[in-house]
């Protein structure tokens, strides 16, 4: 999911001005005019420096605010810290590399400008007028690197806004520039959530100076280098290289064994966009839904930042779909499961991944690195993304005769799609779309069950203890704590009349399950108990002890998830084979394999990790 804005605007909900530009009569003026002094000050074409905050922010503000790439202001200046990317997209929590992560000077543009303007880092954060100044000292030192000078013609500057898009990949660069020139070109105005009018006149003739490309001395990629099936409509647009690593997967013996499931919360345009961001997020697929056209964004040798958990990004393919999670599921077209099947099922070939639920997973489904960003998880593709049907596109169903076993047996959630009407609430800050202007109740199509304290309609909806201290859930749409997902299993912890109950992030909860109808008995599965008479802790992560890392590569930590644990007596599916831990360090290549192995088991709505040592298995 991402959750910046259309070309990578900040995400979070717009405030007041902090700072206007001061008018010569001494009344406060808007941004327009912010931008035209700016422009004036360092001898920037004003369209170009227009068009170049356009399609970083749309012209939004957002004072003291920065968005999911860390960027702040109209301008997206950069300051990328290690508590951004400890968690977000790149899940970097407990990592020793995580300074060196954070250090990559395209992360950093805001202290750049803080130094060609002379003013404070803070300022140019906080303050929109420093901001957007700040923004055309770094073109205007962009352009007198590329060209020698300050040109009066529009046009050649395309070297330095290529170069502004943070881009090292001479395609996104590219990518970048045009779609700028292509705005100075057709004009374009726009009130800003904050009630700002700004405007770009078109220049309808102007000419960029594409041949300054080759001046940057950027990364070329082939469009040969795409990985897709040959019937698929598929092209490579690299995302920004500081959204991912580079790696050699899986012949540097980094397994690749799941493939997760996105929506974007964006258009497709603006999810491409975003990734070519630097300091965001990536995938390494994107699906367009109209027609189920595929953008390749991310090598799948490499790492692609997606899952905000570091151990799944090491061991996945991130695949993000055009949609909203809190639509309805009007987003995912028919053409999109499609293509999307037929891209998973020759991924899932291509690395021996197996074709079923525990493997092929939402970002809803990914746990949390460490006990302070579980809550923060994302939820997509969300109750609207019709798992059994995407399943049975897969040819491997996950659904068969519905029944329940007896105590102690597992059961695969698969309450069907259509018939299965759960109500939802919505709220404005769960739809990015604007379509929900207060929060209200719907009914709809959903692929999951409520999960209740006690079998009766009337008991509370359990609650995650990492989002409910009370331990009482909502409805609330992005509420994942209370509900069990198509395809997931669970061990059988009791049944009474129409209802059954499961074990479930160390409880007992239940759910209305008349006749069997909501499950489908699960065959040959692992499950997995604590090993003594103490609980069995369960981790988000899976690295190696501090003592297994060779000298000179700093150790990766992880502690016990704060909330959760295996507690004697009760049981949990095991999603597969017990794996090493493990953990990757780009600078060098490194692969660290740990001599201790970690169970993934489907803990409550995601899954999460126990030491093999620490629990006892059954067929």
Known sequence: MITAGALAAASVTAVPLLANASAPDGQTAGRQQAFEQAAAEYDVPLPVLLGVSYHESTWEAHPGEHSTSGGYGPMHLTDVTPEMMAGGDTGAAGRGDLKEMAADPSLHTLQTAAKLTGLPAGKLRDDEVANIRGGAALLASYAKATTGRTPVDPGQWYAAVARYGGSEQERAAKAFADRVFATVKKGVGETTRDGQQVRLDAVADVRPATSQLGGLRLKATAAAETECPPTLDCAFVPAASANGQVSNRPANNIRIDSIVIHDTE??????????????????????????????????TKDLSFHAGNYSTNMHSIGIEHEGYAASGGTWYSQAQYETSAELVAYLADRFDIPLDRQHIIGHDNVPGPNSSLVSGMHWDPGPSWDWERFMRLLHA?????????????????????????????????????????????????????????????????????????????????NDWGSTAQAGQQFVVAGRRGDWTAIWYSGDKVWFHNPHGRNTTPARGVTVVKAAGDSPAAVYGSSYPD?????????????????????????????????????????????VVTGGKKMYTIQYNHRVGLVYESDVTTAP
Do not use: W
């Open 397 to 477: 169903p996950v659904n068969g005769v519905h029944g329940v076993g007896p105590i102690g047996s597992a059961v695969t959630i698969t309450p069907g799609f259509t018939r299965n009407q759960q109500t939802v609430q919505v709220c404005p800050t769960d739809d990015p779309t604007g379509a929900t202007p207060e929060c209200a109740e719907r009914r709809q199509p959903s692929n999951f069950v409520y999960l209740r304290t006690a079998p009766d309609r009337a008991a509370p909806l359990f609650g995650d203890q990492a989002i409910h201290t009370d331990g009482i859930g909502t409805n609330r749409v």
């Open 266 to 299: 964006s258009s497709y345009e603006s999810a491409i966009n975003s990734f070519q961001t630097p300091g965001g997020g990536s995938a390494h697929y994107v699906i367009r839904s109209s027609d189920g056209a595929v953008t390749q964004m991310v090598p």
């Open 546 to 590: 501090k003592d297994e890392y060779p000298a000179g590569l700093s150790p990766s930590t992880q502690a016990p998830l704060s909330f959760y644990s295996v507690p004697a007596g009760q049981a949990y599916v095991a999603t597969g084979e017990a794996a090493a831990t493990d953990d990757y360090f780009p600078s060098s290549g490194s």
